[in-house]
């Protein structure tokens, strides 16, 4: 079975922080995703990459940035947080080339900016 | 970057019933998925159903998918608790991502 899995289940931070969401695959999946969920705006795309070292601009790149070093780990930046990056957050990781395939999310991050 | 639309955007049913949710969008597809989502978890795909099929089953899962009217319907058959969950459909834009619908909740009353 395919795991994904993500460093925290719930993180508290506060405004102005630089915060760290690690998200490690074990199925050697090429694409990695990583969305944020917020009530009644559903899952909107922030980052991908579909290789190591690589990565593209989703919907919402705005006040994040991404790593991929190594092709099982991609890391979400929040290189300042605010307040109104409260969220949920979801890592998710799909084989093949490009988004044609079904995705492995991770259990989520739970994200509270103070 | 368009989102699905989904209907209804909360459904509550009696257990042993069927549940129905469409999800309509707006583009050309490769394929359409459905996912998910138990409260406070990551979502599960379900299915995937492709552009040149019609209809697929999985267990009490019925997908189908109308190209020319660009909706889809998922259909749970014999309802039980552990249905309760958020369910999402999710289509390609283009190759390179999925846009998500905004799901239907579902409520399964014993």
């Known amino acids: 079975d395919v795991k994904v899995t993500q460093s925290s289940r719930y993180l508290v931070k506060r405004t102005g922080e630089k915060v760290f969401l690690e998200c490690v695959q074990d199925?050697?999946?090429?694409?990695m995703f990583w969305y944020r969920q917020d009530p009644g705006l559903g899952l909107r795309l922030i980052y991908f990459s579909y290789d190591v070292k690589m990565k593209e601009k989703g919907d919402i790149p705005e006040g994040y940035s991404v790593s991929r070093e190594k092709k099982e780990r991609f890391s979400l930046i929040l290189e300042s947080a605010s307040t109104n990056q409260t969220s949920m957050y979801l890592c998710?990781?799909?084989f093949g080339r490009g988004a044609r395939n079904e995705q492995f999310f991770g259990p989520g991050t739970r994200l509270t900016v103070l | 970057s368009q989102q699905g639309e989904e209907d209804p955007q909360a459904l509550s049913i009696q257990e042993g019933e069927n549940a129905t949710m469409n999800c309509s969008y707006k583009?050309?597809?490769?394929?359409l998925q459905w996912y998910r989502q138990n409260s406070g978890r990551g979502l599960v795909h379900l299915i995937l159903i492709r552009s040149n099929e019609r209809e697929k089953h999985s267990g009490r899962l019925r997908v189908t998918l109308d190209t020319s009217k660009k909706s889809s319907s998922l259909l749970i058959t014999a309802s039980r608790a552990a249905d309760t969950a958020s369910y999402f459909c999710?289509?390609?834009?283009?190759?390179?991502?999925?846009?998500f619908g905004q799901g239907t909740r579902l409520t399964i009353n014993p």
């Open positions: 199925m050697d999946h090429e694409n």
């Open positions: 999710a289509f390609n834009e283009g190759a390179q991502k999925l846009v």
């Open positions: 998710a990781s799909s």
């Open positions: 583009t050309s597809i490769n394929n």
